[in-house]
């Protein structure tokens, strides 16, 4: 899929064909995790993510489901198949990312403070911005998929930082049009 979750987003998906439906199955059944891999322009990336299934919503007389998924972490994958033995689904092994540290910069922390408290209170729902990462970051963002994946390849703290940096600072740019277009509006 063409998705790249981050740990605590989810998202709602349609399935009906017979591998991912026996998957969904079984995961309901047995409680298990499972990865979705990134695909870019139909091809397997070098990460995804491990997702839970949080419900299912709805499901059709021909077995057709929708069904929500959260990410609960990031994954590298190591191997993949495209059928596991026995089974209609892929499967592979994985080393699951860890967790980033709080984020260093104080500039980036002052920005996301000062969008908070400026444009959008629920911005960051976290009371102790000192222990804020980049995956609390990244999730307000509500970036592409294809963003977010870029931001993981990013091959050090600094960079990502400066990314997150760029993204606040041209969020607050079209805040502020958008503040100057509604004045200007209730001016005429």
């Keep these: 899929m063409g998705?790249?979750?981050f740990p605590g987003e989810d998202l709602p998906l349609r399935i009906f064909?017979?591998?991912?439906l026996q998957l969904i199955d079984e995961a309901k059944q047995d409680g298990f995790t499972f990865g979705i891999p990134?695909?870019?322009?139909?091809?397997?990336?070098?990460?995804?993510?491990?997702?839970?299934l949080q419900q299912v919503v709805a499901e059709s007389e021909q077995g057709r489901k929708v069904i929500t998924v959260e990410?609960?972490?990031?994954?590298r994958i190591k191997s993949f198949t495209s059928q596991?033995?026995?089974?209609?689904?892929?499967?592979?092994?994985?080393e699951v990312l860890p967790t980033?540290?709080?984020?260093?910069?104080?500039?980036?922390?002052?920005?996301?403070v000062n969008f908070s408290e400026r444009y959008d209170k629920d911005f960051?729902?976290?009371s102790d911005h000192t222990m804020l990462n980049s995956f609390d970051v990244i999730r307000s963002l509500k970036l592409s998929s294809e963003d977010k994946y870029k931001f993981l390849l990013m091959n050090s703290?600094?960079?990502g930082e400066e990314f997150l940096i760029r993204q606040i600072e041209y969020l607050m740019l079209i805040r502020n049009q958008e503040k100057m277009l509604n004045d200007d509006f209730h001016l005429n």
């Design 157 to 159: 703290v600094n960079h």
């Design 17 to 20: 064909e017979p591998r991912y």
């Design 71 to 75: 990410s609960v972490s990031l994954i």
């Design 38 to 52: 990134f695909l870019k322009d139909d091809e397997i990336m070098e990460y995804g993510c491990e997702v839970k």
């Design 84 to 94: 596991m033995t026995g089974k209609l689904y892929a499967g592979g092994s994985v």
């Design 3 to 5: 998705v790249f979750l």
């Design 124 to 126: 960051l729902q976290i």
């Design 100 to 112: 980033p540290p709080p984020i260093a910069s104080r500039k980036l922390v002052d920005l996301l």
